[in-house]
């Protein structure tokens, strides 16, 4: 049974210009090790960035580009709507789906650059379009490079963190910085807290919003980059703090080893300029772990979330290295045989029970073989610790000159045949940069079909999903930003789903935590159904200078496929010390294409999307 599992588990991906070839394919899976077409292309010297002959290519290829899909669609399924949704003109680097003034219906943040004001747009649910407000919700001007929502006070209204990654290009400077949301005379609200966190600078690329102690209130990681005010940039380690409403204690002795100093080399050893942060119960003891994404070469860190009985409390060790996440068996034995990593998000795609990730890599063509590639890296045992067979796949397009850059991915599943798709901001190299939308076939291997559908623009950026007309299909909304050709004028797509129904159907639950967190992040979701077993993780957000879907957690179920059981295990302990789980039966629904139920922590389910457990 081990060994279908895992032949079930490995993907074969094919890309828009080959599908990869692998060597050995059974010995290979049965070995456990990573299945890649690394074939090593010689790439001229002249053709290397910064190079005359290689801005020469590039300024003909610019005159020729194409900046929105390459071509008409051969599949239909996507429409761009962004005129009649109101986002005609606007600009985004980062998009927020949330709900900041409490009606019911997702609004949408925008951030326009890399390091900019928010704008808000309300939904106007009448109009069925966005409409930017008029007023600024904050008390003074506020710049970010990132934002996160969440309630953290747990009243039922989203509050917001700032984040600001403080490089060169950030003319001010800021720590991270938390505001409390409310409304006031029907208008939102915001004022700044002052949260305990430290005073000082540093280069914040991610925050984990999540409760690693499950103890109702959220805590935070804090993922730090580069600190390039010294003369030679040095990694800043990162921190945890545990949370009680907008109040933080710094944690982050339970990093094991993070920050150990060497006074003698001015520098943390142990600490890497981590880029992208991402939460998920790896192996499924309720208790959330942490993936980070590392760059520059330095291997990734999988922080496993263990019980530290001697001290009573909670301990986080790096399981990277064996589990197979640190980095590619190429590079195993460099200290900088890693990838420049973007994410590493975690998803059960082929329902075989066992959380898998995906991991994106910004790889040039002359980048040696031992740099990573974007992989997805199947998990393959039930047992502790954890580990992943990596498939690694690549845009090569065979001129030698071209360059991949992996910088944001989300699962969803938009034709709702109960499989997990994968749209992919490949992004910052024109004019091949564009985005990516694997399709998982019946076998579990990926198809590239965003050219099929026409949505492949360039340079994409911040993408999320979101069902923006609640019709029970997952759309998407991204941005496109100017990156490397200054004549692409940044613009947002809004492509609302079409496919038909076709037979596949689809439901959403809205979980309410109570004690537990208000959204329940942290929760694990186990759909039963007739046909398959799906497994899901709610998290807040992933990656780097993260955007942020709409809450909700969205199944596919595909064709002639009834319902049996949810089972829950929410983010809050019993009294006897251990995760609260809860069953819910759904046999007893009937319903034609979509349903949507909300689901409290007390065992309730309520159908629709409501605010309250009370109703």
């Not at 600190?227 to 990162?238: G, H, I, M, Q, T």
């Not at 399981?319 to 996440?325: D, L, N």
Request: with cysteine; charged share 25%; net charge positive.
């Amino acid at each position: 049974m081990f060994v279908s599992m895992m032949v079930m588990g490995l993907t074969s991906l094919t890309t828009k210009s080959k599908k990869l070839q692998c060597g050995a394919f059974l010995a290979l899976l049965l070995l456990g090790t990573s299945c890649s077409s690394k074939k090593k292309k010689a790439a001229s010297p002249a053709l290397r960035e910064g190079t005359e002959q290689y801005s020469k290519a590039r300024k003909k290829e610019e005159r020729h580009v194409v900046y929105g899909p390459t071509s008409s669609p051969t599949l239909k399924g996507f429409e761009n709507k962004t005129l009649e949704y109101g986002l005609h003109g606007e600009t985004a680097t980062a998009l927020y789906a949330v709900d900041f003034d409490n009606d019911g219906f997702t609004d949408l943040v925008t951030l326009p650059q890399h390091y900019s004001v928010p704008r808000f747009f309300k939904f106007n649910s009448k109009e069925k379009k966005f409409e930017r407000l008029n007023y600024n919700p904050f008390p003074e001007i506020v710049r970010g490079s990132f934002l996160s929502f969440a309630d953290f006070n747990r009243d039922g209204f989203l509050d917001v963190l700032v984040g600001t990654l403080n490089q060169k290009t950030e003319l001010s400077k800021y720590p991270l910085r938390l505001f409390k949301g409310k409304k006031f005379k029907a208008k939102v609200r915001y004022t700044e807290e002052q949260t305990r966190l430290p005073a000082g600078i540093v280069p914040n690329s991610s925050v984990a919003v999540f409760d690693f102690d499950l103890d109702g209130w959220l805590d935070l990681y804090q993922a730090n980059w580069y600190n390039v005010r010294e003369r030679k940039p040095k990694a800043v380690p990162d921190r945890l703090y545990k949370g009680k409403t907008f109040q933080f204690k710094d944690y982050s002795v339970l990093l094991e080893g993070e920050h150990e100093y060497k006074k003698s080399f001015k520098l943390y050893p142990n600490a890497r300029p981590s880029f992208g942060v991402s939460p998920c119960d790896i192996n499924q003891d309720g208790f959330p772990d942490l993936l980070i994404a590392n760059s520059s070469g330095f291997e990734n860190k999988l922080w496993m979330n263990r019980s530290d009985r001697i001290n009573k409390t909670r301990k986080f060790r790096d399981f990277a290295k064996v589990s197979g996440v640190a980095s590619d068996i190429e590079g195993d034995h460099d200290p900088l045989g890693g990838g420049n990593s973007f994410y590493l998000n975690c998803a059960d795609y082929n329902n075989d029970g066992i959380f898998d990730l995906a991991l994106g890599e910004l790889f040039h063509s002359y980048d040696p073989e031992t740099r990573d590639r974007s992989s997805i890296l199947t998990g393959s045992t039930f047992s502790f610790p954890p580990k992943f067979i990596r498939t690694e796949y690549h845009m090569d397009d065979g001129t030698g000159s071209w360059s991949q850059g992996d910088r944001r991915a989300t699962w969803f599943d938009y034709n709702r045949d109960g499989l997990l798709d994968l749209i992919i901001d490949n992004t910052g190299f024109p004019p091949k940069s564009r985005l990516i939308l694997f399709k998982q076939e019946s076998n579990h291997a990926f198809s590239d079909v965003s050219e099929a559908y026409a949505i492949n623009s360039l340079n994409p950026s911040g993408t999320i999903v979101m069902d923006v007309n609640r019709d029970g299909r997952m759309d998407f909304i991204t941005g496109q930003t100017s990156i490397r050709n200054s004549q692409i004028k940044g613009k947002i797509y809004l492509y609302e789903n079409t496919h038909a129904f076709d037979g596949n159907r689809s439901i959403r639950f809205h979980l309410i935590g109570q004690r537990s967190n208000r959204a329940a992040i942290g929760s694990s979701l186990v759909l039963k159904t007739k046909n398959f077993t799906s497994k899901q993780f709610v998290s807040l957000q992933e990656g780097g200078l993260p955007s942020q879907n709409e809450s909700g957690v969205f199944f596919g179920l595909g064709k002639n496929n009834r319902l049996d059981t949810l089972k829950v295990r929410w983010p809050l302990l019993s009294k006897k010390g251990f995760p609260i789980e809860k069953t819910y039966y759904l046999s007893k629904y009937k319903f034609k294409e979509h349903l949507e139920l909300t689901l409290c922590e007390s065992g309730k389910i309520i159908p629709g999307k409501v605010k309250s457990c009370r109703n």
